[in-house]
């Protein structure tokens, strides 16, 4: 046992004798003792004072900041090329940041946590942008001919798909916002006569919107965009065929369940005809022909569509004594 | 007689006892104290321009150390960046231990997450290329994402100090 205490003993204070500086504060404790001669330990009451010896930082040489020796005419893309944190011994720019105390100008570059906070262009310089722009033009083709303007793109493309592509600083690339598909059509782009006209806004309803003439279809149902936009696809190709489709029991609407006024298969017209041909029996070929019909016609239905009001009325009045040439000369 | 006043006296008491509710009121102790230094009789503290600007300075006078889109207006995995972050500040901290003499800086683009902070130069410069790469390379290994140090080295601890307090 004691044997193996001298060996460690011993190599401690090879070590102590090689690193003296590491492990200063060691050796103040590990004294030597002889433990052969004495069994016992030695208290040790006055304790000699070893002088503190921290431990000493080195200091590293450094050479000089690289931006001292950069030339003026230098090529700053290729110093800078990608997006990075900024550095002050690479930026050659004396730039300050920072909330300055009183009388002493803001905190410069060197040790400037501000600084290397805030994203910085320094790699989207003008020349690094045209640089990119040369490189992505061989991927470019030209504009396809006759779609010059807005109005040719929207003639020969009037359907208009809406989606949103998220893009956030975190490793998902997955967004559930993403899935929304809106699908936008003008109403007069599709080729649709009175009947089917009339059907699509009924079955579209608060879907159309007469102000930009614009039926939009948003689908979100479905978990993925392309299974939405397909969705949206089907969606618009079932309503303009089933507004195409006339089923059997249309033709069975009378005047009773019309929804509007319609004056060209109203008993006003007959009257009107009849009082026209009188005392012969009515023709029904040239009522157009009677002086003032479309004013009266039109005067009829804004008062049965749109409801009496002052306006209508008035309009209603002219329109009565123009057809009836009741109107004095003035 | 007088028994049966007493015991109506006391019944009435205890009734209202129950019936009153006692709410304890203090004063609003609206005491804010987190990231503000105390001033010291010999204006001996020193303090760098992170600690010397309190928290209601952020976006005034100061910037976030943490850069990301978690946390704006419908971001997504809030829960998970801070976590991350914080092991982040932690692995940091005690891999380059006492070296670090700002707080460390994550900012996040895309899936890239940037490292950045003011270290000192105590450390020879193998070792700190050495840490670099260790660092880098093991936290890409656990985020799953690459993972870039741009450290910025000063000489002591001295020359971040902003103010004394």
């Known amino acids: 046992m004691s044997l193996f205490i001298r060996l460690c003993e011993k190599n401690t204070r ?37 002088e503190n010896t921290r431990k000493k930082t080195r200091r590293v040489e450094v050479p000089p900041p690289r931006a001292n020796q950069m030339a003026v005419d230098q090529d700053w893309p290729s110093v800078w090329p990608g997006p990075k944190t900024f550095h002050p011994a690479v930026v050659p720019i004396p730039i300050r940041q920072g909330y300055s105390l009183r009388d002493q100008p803001p905190p410069d570059k060197y040790g400037n946590t501000e600084l290397m906070k805030i994203p910085n262009f320094l790699h989207l310089s003008p020349p690094a942008v045209q640089r990119h722009c040369e490189a992505l033009k061989k991927f470019c083709t030209e504009w396809p001919v006759g779609l010059e303007t807005e109005d ?20 998902t690339i997955r967004e559930p916002l993403s899935r929304i598909v809106t699908l936008r059509v003008k109403l007069s782009s599709l080729s649709l006569n009175a009947h089917a006209k009339d059907k699509i806004l009924r079955l579209v ?5 007469p102000e930009t003439d614009f039926i939009t279809i948003t689908a ?18 079932a309503l303009f065929h089933e507004s195409w489709r006339v089923e059997d029991w249309e033709s069975e609407k009378a005047e009773a369940d019309m929804e509007y006024y319609d004056w060209d298969k109203n ?7 009849t009082l026209h041909a009188w005392p012969n029996s009515p023709t029904d070929t040239d009522w157009e022909c009677i002086p003032h019909v479309e004013e009266y016609k039109i005067a009829v239905s804004d008062l049965f569509n749109t409801g009496e009001d002052l306006h209508t009325v008035n309009k209603y009045k002219e329109a009565v004594k123009n057809v009836l040439n009741l109107k004095c000369e003035a | 007689m007088a028994l049966a006043g007493n015991i109506r006296a006391i019944m009435q008491t205890t009734q209202q006892l129950c019936q009153q509710r006692y709410l304890h009121v203090t004063a609003v102790a609206s005491r804010t104290q987190a990231g503000r230094h105390r001033a010291t009789p010999r204006r001996t503290k020193a303090l760098t321009y ?50 670090f003499v700002s707080d460390i800086i994550i900012k996040r683009q895309h899936n890239i997450i940037r490292i950045a902070g003011l270290v000192q130069r105590s450390l ?3 070792k700190m290329y050495f840490l670099i790469g260790y660092s880098e390379e093991l936290l890409s290994y656990w985020l799953q994402c690459p993972v870039k140090l741009e450290l910025q080295t000063v000489a002591s601890k001295e020359d971040v100090i902003f103010k004394y307090v």
């Not at chain 1, 008993?267 to 005809?273: A, E, Q």
């Not at chain 2, 976590?83 to 005690?94: A, L, Q």
């Open chain 1, 14 to 50: 090879i070590i102590l004798t090689k690193i003296p500086n590491v492990t200063a504060s060691f050796a103040t404790t590990a004294k030597p003792v002889d433990i052969e001669s004495t069994e016992f330990r030695v208290l040790n009451l006055k304790s000699k004072k070893v």
């Open chain 1, 152 to 171: 040719k793109c929207r003639k020969h493309f009037p359907l208009e798909v809406i989606t949103s592509d998220y893009c956030y600083s975190s490793p």
């Open chain 1, 205 to 209: 309803k608060d879907k159309y919107s």
């Open chain 1, 220 to 237: 979100d149902r479905c978990p993925t965009k392309k299974q939405n936009l397909e969705y949206a696809e089907y969606l618009l190709t």
């Open chain 1, 267 to 273: 008993k006003s017209r007959t009257n009107l005809l």
């Open chain 2, 50 to 99: 992170e600690m010397a600007n309190p928290p209601h300075y952020i976006a005034h006078r100061k910037t976030w150390n943490s850069w990301n889109t978690s946390n704006v207006m419908g971001g997504n995995r809030p829960g998970e960046t801070a976590v991350e972050d914080i092991f982040i500040r932690r692995f940091m901290t005690g891999t380059w231990h006492a070296l």
């Open chain 2, 124 to 126: 020879a410069q193998r």
